[in-house]
């Protein structure tokens, strides 16, 4: 099969499997330009994309050539703004590790500990909604199994709980020289641990690797909850490394007593420790990422566009992250950015399904949060404790329905449109500013979506 047809058949599958926008972004314009040994040689526009593909998509690329062609045994990537030449592309191939590959070994998971070494507390931005745990964390490094002890972290989904929790054991590591005994796993794998234990009646070997450790960290405790084997043998595991005054730090996406299927016993073990919760990041400390991200690639992006992009994204870190390396992308394939390209590509990134959701469906969503009566907020009701949820309500049915005034003032009372216009403005002048009012309109919005 001649290269290009390969590859346009490998493309094809390969859009099945990735977000439409994403094989825009990263493989529209890939090639395969050479195949030889089992190894293909596959050519990206710049090294921003060679990295990004390589880190994410290689898998994926992988296994649709294998089974396209079943002689592939391995992918490489290089650089090269058209097909370019095979005889000297082909060097590449035989030189098999490149520089970037090196790059790349260096960020391999450590296979002792499961470790992530990019997962560092220097490259961990603090800010008022993280500051807590950042602080506690630190605190566990200085005092190991002393201080607090378990450690449990919360917050929702993207927030940096991850970096955090590996950043302490990264940073245990490079304190101690390595003789403090670290392990980081998933429940999901501490689950599959156990079933592979019973099967295979090697439960001693279960055992022994997890308890066997000065540092146990466990990321998303929440989905062991309702699987009973697993909570046993994490109980007892947990009885062993605390009564030995070793370090237990944990991850989840809600507090323990918020764990509807967690045994008590579990829950109360976890909130006799120190619990800190990651809130959604508040605009400064998106700024500050966008930053500290921009600065870490070395690339430059125009004030006004960052201050944008720090605006619109507000809820996920990784969403904030994805944003971001898609405008530098198109920065370096375009050789420049506007800010109307920013736009649609934060529209594209953040776009949230809203042909479902009508406004009855959000004021039943503030209704709830502020637990206050749907008719408080429709109605002619002016305590005081009902005007924020009303201002609110104005706000995110603009924000999220883009209704007109009118219409806004119609659904609550039929109330004049400029008291909407007053509501709507008032809180998009707030809400980079107040912490508080911007985690209430997140926290909302995701009652919304997930309805």
Same mark, same amino acid.
């Given at each position: 099969m001649e290269f290009d047809q390969l590859w346009q058949n490998a493309l094809s599958e390969i =859009?099945?499997?990735?977000?439409?926008?994403?094989? /825009?972004?990263?493989? +529209?314009?890939?090639?395969?330009?050479d195949k030889q040994d089992g190894i293909a040689l596959v050519s990206l526009p710049n090294n921003f994309a060679k990295e990004w593909v390589e880190n994410k998509y290689y898998k994926v690329i992988l296994s649709v050539l294998r089974n396209l062609d079943e002689s592939t045994k391995k992918i490489e990537f290089t650089v090269t703004n058209k097909q370019g030449s095979a005889d000297n592309l082909k060097k590449k191939i035989s030189n098999t590790v490149s520089k970037s590959q090196l790059a790349f070994e260096e960020l391999k998971i450590d296979p002792e500990t499961n470790l992530n070494p990019r997962y560092n507390l220097s490259s &961990? /931005? #603090? @800010? +008022?909604?993280?500051?807590?745990a950042f602080a506690a964390a630190s605190a566990v490094i200085d005092e190991i199994g002393r201080k607090y002890n378990p450690f449990f972290i919360y917050g929702g989904v993207g927030l940096g709980k991850t970096h955090l929790i $590996? @950043?302490?054991?990264n940073e245990i590591k490079k304190k101690y020289d390595n003789n #403090?005994? /670290?392990?980081? #796993? %998933? %429940? =999901? +794998? &501490?689950?599959?641990? #156990?079933?592979?234990?019973?099967?295979?009646k090697r439960m001693e070997d279960m055992k022994e690797k997890y308890r066997n450790v000065d540092v146990l960290i466990i990321d998303d405790i929440q989905f062991i909850g309702g699987k009973t084997s697993t909570e046993e043998e994490f109980f007892h595991t947990f009885n062993a490394l605390y009564e030995n005054n070793k370090q237990i730090i944990i991850s989840s996406d809600r507090p323990p007593k918020f764990i509807p299927t967690l045994q008590e016993r579990l829950s109360s073990r976890f909130e006799g420790g120190m619990l800190a919760d990651i809130g959604y990041p508040d605009y400064e400390l998106r700024l500050a990422i966008l930053r500290? +991200?921009? $600065?870490?690639? @070395?690339?430059?992006?125009?004030?006004?566009?960052v201050e944008f992009v720090a605006n619109k994204v507000q809820k996920n870190l990784r969403e904030l992250e994805g944003v971001l390396n898609r405008i530098i992308f198109y920065q370096q394939a375009k050789s420049g950015i506007s800010l109307r390209a920013v736009e649609e590509i934060v529209n594209e990134t953040i776009q949230q399904p809203t042909k479902n959701i009508n406004p009855n469906q959000v004021i039943k969503a503030v209704a709830d949060y502020f637990q206050i009566s749907p008719n408080d907020l429709t109605g002619r009701c002016r305590q005081k404790s009902v005007v924020e949820p009303r201002q609110v309500t104005m706000y995110l049915l603009r924000d999220i329905l883009g209704l007109s005034y009118p219409d806004i003032g119609l659904k609550l009372g039929k109330r004049d449109h400029t008291t909407a216009i007053y509501a709507y403005s008032k809180l998009s002048g707030e809400i980079n500013k107040n912490q508080d009012l911007n985690q209430k309109v997140i926290a909302i919005k995701d009652i919304i979506y997930k309805e």
């Open positions: =859009e099945l499997q990735i977000s439409r926008p994403n094989y /825009v972004t990263w493989l +529209k314009n890939s090639h395969l330009i &961990f /931005v #603090v @800010g +008022k909604s993280n500051e807590l $590996q @950043g302490i054991g #403090v005994r /670290v392990k980081y #796993v %998933s %429940s =999901e +794998k &501490f689950t599959n641990d #156990v079933i592979y234990g019973i099967r295979n500290t +991200k921009i $600065q870490d690639r @070395g690339a430059d992006l125009p004030e006004n566009i």
